[in-house]
T-cell receptor
Framework: NAGVMQNPRHLVRRRGQEARLRCSPM?????VYWYRQLPEEGLKFMVY????????ESGMPKERFSAEFPKEGPSILRIQQVVRGDSAAYFC??????????????FGPGTRLTVT | DAKTTQPPSMDCAEGRAANLPCNHS???????VYWYRQIHSQGPQYIIH???NNETNEMASLIITEDRKSSTLILPHATLRDTAVYYC???????????FGDGTTLTVKP
């Protein structure tokens, strides 16, 4: 059973370009979470999605950032018009279908975005 | 979600038990205690979770006090590869997101 996959692992963008980060959850997982980690800082929650639904986007910046988890295909975190402050590691996690009382999350290896 | 308090750093000798404390004094009845760790630059790794009973798996043991206001993660025989940042979080079963604090940086020394 493959783990959570993220691609690309490293992404370099110039200021003003768009960044698209992809996350394929573990097989059988229908909950996806995105986190951002700035250098030397902890993980910050961004958004929680289920298939075709955004459940909680309280950690998403109001502008330039969006996320989706379509019925088919990976979850996408999209950053428009990137700025240097967007440089960070972006981690995706997935968890099993609700029905249990616990939500252990399994993390991917992350995408390291560098904005030049 | 309840907030947690952890010491910023701890050292442990290789082969000895590492005991990592966590305070969560405002935890409510339906919140679980979860532990994750992040080895340098890698994605966080789930370790263990519990509600009120002590738990053990192949990685670690989790001891939760009777009043549930604190817990301890125990790595019974720490190795150099256990050097990582350890995060204790509490999570409402109805909420998906996890709020990670600053964690404890555990350094296992030879």
């Amino acid at each position: 059973n493959a783990g959570v996959m993220q691609n690309p692992r490293h992404l370099v963008r110039r200021r003003g370009q768009e960044a698209r980060l992809r996350c394929s959850p573990m097989k059988g997982h229908s909950h996806v979470y995105w986190y951002r980690q700035l250098p030397e800082e902890g993980l910050k929650f961004m958004v929680y999605l289920q298939k075709e639904n955004i459940i909680d986007e309280s950690g998403m910046p109001k502008e330039r950032f969006s996320a989706e988890f379509p019925k088919e295909g990976p979850s996408i975190l999209r950053i428009q018009q990137v700025v240097r402050g967007d440089s960070a590691a972006y981690f995706c996690a997935s968890s099993p279908l609700s029905g249990t009382l616990s939500y252990e999350q399994y993390f991917g290896p992350g995408t390291r975005l560098t904005v030049t | 979600d309840a907030k947690t308090t952890q010491p910023p750093s701890m050292d442990c000798a290789e082969g000895r038990a590492a005991n990592l404390p966590c305070n969560h004094s405002t935890i409510s009845g339906n919140e679980y205690v979860y532990w994750y760790r992040q080895i340098h630059s890698q994605g966080p790794q789930y370790i263990i979770h519990g509600l009120k009973n002590n738990e053990t798996n192949e990685m670690a043991s989790l001891i939760i006090t009777e009043d549930r206001k604190s817990s301890t993660l125990i790595l019974p025989h720490a190795t150099l590869r256990d050097t990582a940042v350890y995060y204790c979080i509490v999570l409402n079963t109805n909420a998906g997101k996890s709020t990670f604090g600053d964690g404890t940086t555990l350094t296992v020394k030879p």
